[in-house]
């Protein structure tokens, strides 16, 4: 084989580099392992090489879609501000994390963020705080990119504000000021439904 045949060598990094082009280009729904292959011309069972199977790559894509978050040490709302904004980077970014969070899948490098900065204002129970207002990130993130993109196929109802995230931003930053709540108390527990 000339140089020019020779088949392009490939590892985790560029199959993982391909699949977040392709979450960009076909979102969530539509990545797919026969996809990220043809995109580097090579055959699926060749990607089972460097990952073992789908949900160990989407896990490695959470896990580089909030490593851009801050350790911690810019404060709750700044560090909470941050990873919504990695969320938002991708499409379907926030749909992706939750999903790999919620099957416990990656690593826990977002809430330990949320955490750090909990405990460096002097939170009793951050772990307990940055669980929760890492929830709320998730849902609030996936509640936008999901409006955002009904909008843009124009399946919003006609009573829809033009601007489907006017003040969004703005519950936001409510929503993590209530759930940091007073930080030198410890959370109130709650029992369970009535």
Excluded: C
């Excluded at 490939?10 to 990220?36: C, F, K, N, P, T």
């Excluded at 789908?54 to 911690?72: C, F, H, M, N, Y």
């Excluded at 949320?114 to 002097?122: F, I, Y």
């Amino acid at each position: 084989m000339t140089p020019e045949t020779t088949p392009a060598r490939h590892d985790r990094e560029s199959v993982s580099r391909a699949a977040l082009v392709l979450l960009d280009e076909v979102g969530l729904a539509d990545l797919s392992m026969r996809r990220i292959a043809a995109r580097l011309d090579v055959q699926p069972s060749a990607l089972y090489w460097h990952v073992a199977n789908k949900q160990e790559l989407l896990a490695d894509l959470a896990d580089r879609i909030t490593a851009v978050v801050p350790s911690g040490d810019r404060g709750v709302l700044a560090t909470a501000r941050a990873l919504r904004d990695a969320l938002f980077a991708y499409r379907d970014g926030a749909e992706l994390v939750l999903s790999t969070y919620a099957l416990q899948l990656g690593s826990a490098q977002a809430q330990d963020a949320l955490t750090a900065a909990l405990r460096a204002e002097g939170a009793t129970d951050a772990e307990d705080r940055g669980a929760a207002i890492l929830h709320f990130v998730l849902g609030h993130a996936t509640l936008v990119q999901q409006r955002m993109h009904a909008d843009s196929h124009g399946a919003l109802p006609p009573s829809a504000d033009a601007d489907v995230t006017a003040g969004l931003d703005r519950v936001f930053d409510l929503g993590v000021i209530a759930l940091a709540g007073d930080l030198s108390a410890p959370a109130t527990p709650r029992r369970g439904p009535a």
